[in-house]
């Protein structure tokens, strides 16, 4: 499920915005579908506009029926009703997918046999200070299982002591459900952890739910900015 809405608060219309040729949305779906990982890849919008491009370009699209706040809000409505496990949310600011990062979200539920992960998603360790402490950059710090501990804007773990040799996370907004996570998540209400950093995943932990995180080293390029585009052009070409 690839959850795309129009009006984005940073960059209004960026999924439309042309990548090489196509636009973001239809470039994100095209790279997703090419992984050949899933029986069906969708895109789930409330833009007639970007439902329009999708299903003009050859692709699968559907529209949200309410109103909502994000992208996995999005999605549970979509899948409330049918018969499936699990569920990978790819955002549709995410050109640069690819198959291996993917593959190993889905090996963590065929390990999992007690089922005692309720999701998985993507971290990518970081270097640079200033993408450290850039608060559009959401970092994660886990636990000795690479559990996660907490997701934040703000630089995590706090460098007090500089001699400690920490590794920062950043992580990447593409992960794997359960069906009963993802809906549990749509009927809880918001709460103050998650509403202050504004970061939908922090939902999962205010109210237990346990989210796997595996490492990968593909960084690609998300698309929150204007110069973010840039970036993408450049490495697209």
């Not at 450290?132 to 636990?143: L, R």
């Not at 993802?182 to 209400?189: A, E, M, Q, S, T």
Request: proline share 4%; aromatic share 10%; hydrophobic share 40%.
């Amino acid at each position: 499920m690839i959850p795309a809405r129009y009006s984005a608060s940073r960059f209004p219309g960026k999924l439309m915005q042309d990548l090489g040729g196509k636009s973001v949305i239809v470039r994100t779906y095209e790279a997703t579908v090419a992984t050949n990982l899933f029986d069906d890849v969708l895109v789930v919008t409330d833009s007639k506009i970007i439902y329009d491009e999708i299903v003009n370009n050859g692709g699968k699209a559907m529209m949200s029926i309410k109103e909502h706040e994000c992208g996995s809000d999005r999605i549970a409505e979509a899948v409330e009703f049918l018969d499936i496990d699990i569920v990978i949310n790819v955002q549709g600011d995410e050109p640069f997918t690819e198959k291996e990062s993917l593959k190993k979200l889905i090996e963590v539920f065929k390990d999992d046999h007690d089922k005692k992960i309720d999701l998985a998603s993507l971290m990518v360790h970081i270097t640079d200070w200033d993408e450290i402490s850039n608060p559009n950059t959401v970092k994660v710090i886990v636990d000795k299982n690479n559990f996660a501990l907490y997701f934040s804007r703000s630089p995590i773990p706090y460098p007090r002591d500089k001699n400690i040799d920490v590794k920062y996370y950043k992580h990447k907004g593409v992960y794997a459900f359960r069906k009963e996570a993802i809906l549990d998540f749509y009927h809880l209400p918001m709460l103050k952890l998650e509403a202050s950093e504004k970061i939908e995943c922090i939902r999962y932990l205010e109210y237990g739910k346990r989210i796997k995180m595996v490492e990968t080293d593909v960084q690609g390029v998300e698309i929150d900015t204007p110069e973010d585009l840039e970036r993408a052009k450049k490495l697209w070409k």
